[in-house]
Nanobody
Framework: QSQLVESGGGLVQPGGSLRLSCAAS????????IGWFRQAPGKQREWVAS???????NYAASVKGRFTISRDNAKNTVYLQMNSLKVEDTAVYSC???????WGQGTQVIVSS
């Protein structure tokens, strides 16, 4: 059974950092670009960042320079390092194997003082 499992969310103060993980199993991880998305309360889900199987990365303008996406194919895991967090980064963060329809269940990030 293929699945994606996110972890690493939590409560952090503005200016702080978190590292999210997206662990994949049950499918050929290396074949897929992986994307991080987020959905804040009352808002539509938005794309945050993505990384191809060749390690090419792209970022939404709102997170560029603060977030870094990376992948470890040996561990079937993609990471999202989030620095200089802002209150507006508060959301449920989910990962997806792009084009596959596979999604994780999400992990909550709350940025608050």
């Amino acid at each position: 059974q293929s699945q994606l499992v996110e972890s690493g969310g939590g409560l952090v103060q503005p200016g702080g950092s978190l590292r999210l993980s997206c662990a994949a199993s049950g499918f050929t991880f290396d074949d897929y670009a992986i994307g991080w998305f987020r959905q804040a309360p009352g808002k539509q889900r938005e794309w945050v960042a993505s990384i191809t199987s060749e390690d090419r990365t792209n970022y939404a303008a709102s997170v560029k320079g603060r977030f870094t996406i990376s992948r470890d194919n040996a561990k079937n895991t993609v990471y999202l390092q989030m620095n200089s967090l802002k209150v507006e980064d508060t959301a449920v963060y989910s990962c997806s194997a792009l084009g596959s329809g596979k999604w994780g269940q999400g992990t909550q990030v709350i940025v608050s003082s």
